[in-house]
């Protein structure tokens, strides 16, 4: 991932510097991160990738785009935000070039969701267990429980927050129309 960063970054002739400063995180983060030494959450690589006008999936790195298979505890979980007490995500599907991000989220009772976030395209949120409230600003909280789910556009500022006393487990699928990628 961090050398598709630094590449995207160096194509959009930005420096460390800028990118971070677009992005909200430390250049030496930045630094981390193109290096390898780092590992973003997912909200830093949705704004990594914002300020740098590209997908997500356009930071990760490439699959075979033919058939995905992801076995039970396969693919490591990373924070959905940079803190301690951040819920954790693991990705299931999303590479170059793919339309679709697929993530399974996981939230404990002592962790959080993080504040609010958009980005392009569309998100749907399918709860598998314990209950949560989605929060789409300007709008009403809608509480979800076991088996239900909300569809809404993602460039709409957008905030999850766990409801209750017990875990929450979501499927999250976002889709965007990919950006043509660029060679050489």
Known sequence: MGAAIRARRQSAGLSATALAERAGVSQPYISQLESGKASPSINTLYRVANALGVTPQDLLPDGDDTTVVIRAGQGAARPIEDRPDAALARFLVGSPDSILQIQEVT??????????????????????????????????????????????QATTPHQWVRTGDSPARLLVVSAAVPRPRTHG
Request: without cysteine; aromatic residues 10%.
């Open 107 to 152: 939230v404990d009772p002592d962790q959080d969701l993080g504040g609010y976030f958009d980005h392009d395209g569309e998100e749907f949120v399918h709860v598998l267990d314990g209950a949560i409230s989605v929060r789409l600003q300007g709008r009403s909280p809608i509480d979800l429980g076991h088996g239900d789910a909300v569809w809404y």
